[in-house]
């Protein structure tokens, strides 16, 4: 079975663009499969980055016989 959840995360500003997509990708992996993300804010002073993201959970529906 399949769900899909809405999260937030705090990820570290990195030197290039790809290196934040990297930075983000892994960070999202960590809570699920990501579908789609979007930077929502960026925290200069404290060099972060603000995420919000749709990630898939998939789970193995445990029945009884």
């Known amino acids: 079975m399949m769900t899909t959840h809405f999260?937030?995360?705090?990820?570290?500003l990195q030197q290039t663009a790809?290196?934040?997509h990297q930075a983000?990708?892994?960070?999202?992996q960590k809570q699920g499969e990501p579908l789609r993300?979007?930077?929502t804010t960026i925290d200069v002073e404290r060099q972060k980055?603000?995420?919000e993201a749709v990630v898939t959970w998939e789970f193995l529906a445990v029945t009884s016989v």
Do not use: F, G, M, P
Not at 7 to 12: P, Q, R
Not at 24 to 28: P, T, V
């Open 24 to 28: 983000i990708e892994a960070e999202l």
């Open 18 to 20: 790809a290196q934040l």
């Open 49 to 51: 980055a603000h995420v």
């Open 7 to 12: 999260i937030t995360a705090e990820v570290d």
């Open 37 to 39: 993300w979007a930077v």
